[in-house]
């Protein structure tokens, strides 16, 4: 059953800890994302890796950090640093095709900040 | 970067058709494509079309392309509450390393 898991779907953190986001995918795909989404508003690109152990800021990086250390695991830490950090968070991972780059996404994990 | 636009909200009478509309900026799109959100969860991919297509029909879903007025549309035929979600509208411009644009999504809420 090939697909993109998220864990855990709630997570809640108080102020000043760090938290880290799992995301794994099975499906052999080369690149990963993850999105940030708030009500009202589209997706916002925080991190996105098209290779082990590479991986390129998007356009919301600050607070935020990952790894890619295995093709099908893209853990997202966000850090005490990150001033707003209560989102939903959205993992999504893509086969990078010649013919275009259809990305596939997981189920979401909802942080809260107390 | 590029701006992808939606109006937030749509009503519609179950039964009838849906149209939702997307418009974009960036006219060296390859790709543009329809992603469906339920509450609380992920995207899920409903179509997307290649930008030398002007239309793509698949079973409900119609998706016109306008490239010369940079607008999309996708169209529900015989909308049901299922259909009841968010819908985002994304583009892929090329060279831009795979990433895409997302609009705000349109919320749309069936009515019995």
């Known amino acids: 059953d090939g697909g993109i898991t998220q864990s855990p779907k709630y997570l809640f953190r108080k102020e000043g800890q760090n938290v880290t986001l799992s995301c794994e995918q099975n499906?052999?795909?080369?690149?990963m994302y993850w999105y940030r989404q708030d009500p009202g508003q589209g997706l916002r690109l925080i991190y996105y890796s098209q290779i082990v152990n590479d991986f390129q800021k998007g356009d919301i990086a600050e607070g935020y950090s990952v790894s890619r250390e295995k093709k099908e695991s893209f853990p997202l830490t966000v850090t005490s640093a990150q001033k707003n950090p209560t989102a939903f968070y959205l993992c999504?991972?893509?086969?990078?095709?010649?013919?275009?780059?259809?990305?596939?996404f997981g189920p979401g994990t909802r942080l809260t900040v107390l | 970067g590029e701006d992808v636009e939606q109006s937030l909200f749509l009503s519609v009478r179950e039964g009838d058709s849906s149209v939702i509309n997307c418009t974009y900026t960036d006219s060296s799109s390859t790709y543009l494509y329809w992603y469906k959100q339920e509450p609380g969860a992920g995207l899920q991919l409903l179509t997307y079309?290649?930008?030398?297509?002007d239309m793509k029909q698949d079973q409900r879903l119609t998706v016109l392309l306008n490239k010369k007025d940079k607008h999309l549309s996708l169209r529900i035929a015989d909308t049901q509450t299922g259909d009841s979600a968010i819908y985002f509208c994304?583009?892929?411009?090329?060279?831009?390393?795979?990433?895409?644009?997302f609009g705000a999504g349109t919320t749309v809420t069936v009515r019995a």
């Open positions: 079309i290649f930008s030398n297509m």
């Open positions: 994304a583009e892929e411009a090329p060279g831009d390393d795979y990433k895409l644009s």
């Open positions: 499906l052999n795909h080369d690149a």
């Open positions: 999504a991972s893509s086969p990078l095709a010649e013919w275009g780059d259809t990305q596939y």
